[in-house]
């Protein structure tokens, strides 16, 4: 079972900047994603972006052109920058991977808050 650390949340302002890290641990074999979900208050998590071990990246809609997903040189490593943000980017912030051809994560973070101000 891997374990997932984020770090790197917290508060900004609109059309600020926050850098989200993801260190996975333990057994792992195989990734084929991480990535970040999110999930704000009252709504359904949902993909943010994610990136295979080959490189694929998928972003939702929303996100395109203003958060960048990378990987660390250990594979086990995520980032996410998210520039330009708005007050809809609010949210509790997930680190996950799969093992699977999906983007549908089997491991998860504990989560980390993103609060955008107006």
């Known amino acids: 079972q891997p374990n997932l650390v984020e770090s790197g949340a917290g508060l900004a302002q609109s059309g600020g900047s926050l850098r989200l890290s993801c260190v996975a641990s333990?057994?792992?074999?195989?990734?084929?994603?991480m990535g970040w979900y999110r999930q704000a208050p009252g709504k359904q998590r949902e993909l943010v972006a994610a990136?295979?071990?080959?490189?694929?990246?998928n972003y939702r809609d929303s996100v395109k052109g203003r958060f960048t997903i990378s990987r660390g040189n250990a594979k086990n490593t995520v980032f996410l920058q998210m520039n330009s943000l708005k007050p809809e980017d609010t949210a509790v912030y997930y680190c996950?991977?799969?093992?699977?051809?999906?983007?549908?994560?089997?491991?998860w973070g504990q989560g980390t808050q993103v609060t955008v101000s107006s």
């Open positions: 996950g991977l799969t093992v699977r051809p999906t983007w549908d994560f089997d491991y």
């Open positions: 333990g057994s792992i074999f195989n990734i084929y994603a």
């Open positions: 990136i295979t071990s080959g490189g694929r990246i």
